[in-house]
């Protein structure tokens, strides 16, 4: 089923989402949901408190903008390892490598985007889908991804990084957005 996505400006965003068990409810169908909202978004990967649960999961495929990247992108980017995971219970171990920047978006607050830096690797222990445990470095784009969908299940955004003149020049569009005067291809859940 595919689940409207959390509005900027709800509070559930500004969570630090609670570790589960694999007696969750309905876990499985919650991450089958979870990937029919994000491809349905055409994103890359979705947080639990974007779908209005404050619980640490995030899906993450870059397997599409991996494969989409022209000689220019692998030339400009660091090295993929392209990847389509469940994450539960993530824990960071540590960020390394040069920050790079690559302009970012979010589901959850469409039509912004920012030219964000962060560190070219990312080591994550984290549980699958069945639980069973893993302790993994990422790179490149793939790293940026789980690094902006960790960030969620930690209550942050993407914006948390820009500077205060670019949040004073985009704070229209993100009144917008929280007051539901955006449009979407996906259904959004507003906060007001």
């Known amino acids: ?79 993929e390892d392209p990847l389509k995971q469940v994450f539960i219970n993530a824990k960071k171990i540590e960020e390394t490598g040069e920050p790079w920047a690559y302009n970012e978006g979010c589901l959850s607050i469409p039509k912004v985007r920012e030219d964000i830096h962060r560190a070219s690797h990312i080591r994550l222990k984290y549980m699958d889908e069945n639980f069973v445990e893993h302790e993994q470095v990422f790179h490149g784009i793939t790293a940026r991804v789980i690094q902006h969908e960790y960030d969620h299940i930690e209550g942050k955004l993407f914006i948390d990084y820009i500077s205060q003149l670019k949040k004073r020049l985009i704070k229209k569009k993100l009144d917008d957005i929280s007051n539901g005067k955006v449009k979407t291809d996906y259904r959004m859940l507003f906060p007001r």
């Open 1 to 79: 089923m595919i689940l409207p996505v959390v509005a900027y400006g709800s509070p559930i965003l500004r969570k630090v989402c609670d570790v589960i068990n694999a007696d969750y409810p309905d876990l499985s169908k919650l991450i089958s949901d979870m990937w029919e909202t994000v491809y349905n978004s055409n994103g890359v990967g979705l947080a639990a408190p974007q779908i209005n649960k404050p619980i640490r999961l995030f899906v993450v495929d870059t397997v599409q903008i991996v494969d989409d990247f022209n000689d220019d992108d692998r030339r400009k980017y660091p090295a």
